[in-house]
């Protein structure tokens, strides 16, 4: 098992790490589901997402560092790409729903 | 300590097959298009969480590469998908 390697201290970041994303990530998932609007719905999975990817991400990345005894970055990658790609699909998506209610109303 | 673990990882395993639930509800569901097209990118981005914490448990590095694949591939699938609801026309001429 994967724990025993690990020092107590690291073992209790990454929990708290995990739990937070593990919350955050199913309350913005919620918001998707139970909110009225779509412009709503926007909030939840962008806020979910973005945290939830940073403290799993995060987590990951302690472990591999703490196993392998060095600095070990390469989640770095997906971190970076998914906070670059998030905010960009987010305003796609909200303008492509401007774009089709007033459309439709016209 | 170990069971700590072992719950954490558990809780945050469980916490995101729920998020990818509630995503698909929501993409069946869902009234419009551009719905569908916010629920499919939760989905997938809760799809690669789950392979990352497959990844935490097992130690392997082979988990990483797919779930940056799922990530970039995403992307492109959801910015298309939101260029055809925006203009009809993925690529214009």
Redesign the interface.
């Known amino acids: 098992?994967?724990?025993?390697e690990?020092p107590?201290w690291a073992?209790?970041v990454?929990?708290?790490l995990?739990?937070i994303?593990?919350?955050v990530?199913?309350i913005?998932?919620?918001g998707?589901?139970r909110m009225g609007d779509?412009f709503k719905?926007?909030h939840g999975?962008s806020m979910?997402?973005t945290i939830?990817?940073g403290c799993?991400?995060l987590?990951?990345m302690l472990?591999?560092s703490v196993?392998a005894g060095r600095p070990v970055v390469?989640?770095l990658?997906?971190t970076l790409?998914?906070v670059m790609?998030s905010p960009?699909?987010a305003m796609?998506?909200m303008?492509?729903?401007l774009?089709?209610n007033r459309a439709r109303n016209r | 300590?170990?069971m700590?673990?072992?719950?954490?990882?558990w809780?945050?395993?469980?916490?995101?097959v729920?998020?990818?639930v509630?995503?698909a509800?929501?993409l069946i569901r869902g009234p419009?298009?551009?719905?569908r097209?916010?629920?499919f990118?939760?989905l997938y981005?809760?799809g690669?969480?789950t392979l990352?914490?497959l990844?935490?448990?097992s130690?392997s590095?082979a988990y990483?590469d797919m779930?940056?694949l799922i990530?970039?591939f995403g992307?492109v699938g959801?910015?298309a998908l939101?260029?055809f609801?925006?203009r009809g026309e993925v690529i214009e001429p």
């Open positions: 098992m994967i724990a025993t690990l107590a073992v209790v990454i929990s708290l995990l739990v994303g593990g919350l990530t199913v913005g998932s919620l998707l589901l779509f719905r926007m999975p979910g997402n939830g990817t799993v991400l987590a990951s472990t591999s196993l390469h989640e990658l997906i790409f998914v790609s960009v699909t796609m998506l303008q492509a729903a774009y089709r | 300590m170990t700590l673990f072992t719950y954490a990882i809780f945050a395993q469980t916490c995101f729920l998020a990818m509630f995503a509800v929501r419009a298009a551009q719905d097209v916010l629920a990118d939760t981005i809760n690669m969480l990352l914490m990844g935490i448990r130690r590095t990483f779930a940056l990530a970039l992307f959801t910015v939101a260029k609801l925006l």
